[in-house]
Nanobody
């Protein structure tokens, strides 16, 4: 059974940085190389819909970033460690949300919530002004 666990959230001041990690276990990373998947991060702020903030393919060659985080967030992966990261710099109060990592339904970079097949339980990020 696949399982995703996010970590690295916390409280940070405006302009600060955090690096989120997502550890995965289960079928995705133990199958043969052909059974690969794209991954991403999405977030949900209080009273708002979930928003995809970043995504990348298994190879890491194709990435996606929401306009609101371009130039500030970087998604990466370490396949050997079965971990996906989200480096968040120049954080703003509007970045405050629960952040989730997710596995895409296909090999394509996830860009919308419907592109995800599996998500973790999330980690809280709070940016104070």
């Amino acid at each position: 059974q696949e399982r995703l666990v996010e970590s690295g959230g916390g409280l940070v001041q405006t302009g600060g940085s955090l690096r989120l990690s997502c550890s995965a276990s289960g079928r995705t990373f133990t199958m043969a190389a052909m059974d690969t998947a794209a991954w991403g991060w999405f977030r949900q702020a209080p009273g708002k819909k979930r928003e995809v903030v970043a995504g990348l393919t298994w190879s890491g060659m194709d990435t996606y970033y929401a306009d609101s985080v371009k130039g500030r967030f970087t998604i990466s992966r370490d396949n050997a460690k079965t971990t996906v990261y989200l480096q968040m710099n120049s954080l703003k109060p509007e970045d405050t949300a629960v952040y989730y990592c997710g596995r895409a339904r296909s090999l394509a970079t996830p860009k919308s919530m419907s592109d995800f097949a599996l998500g973790g339980r999330g980690t809280q990020v709070t940016v104070s002004s």
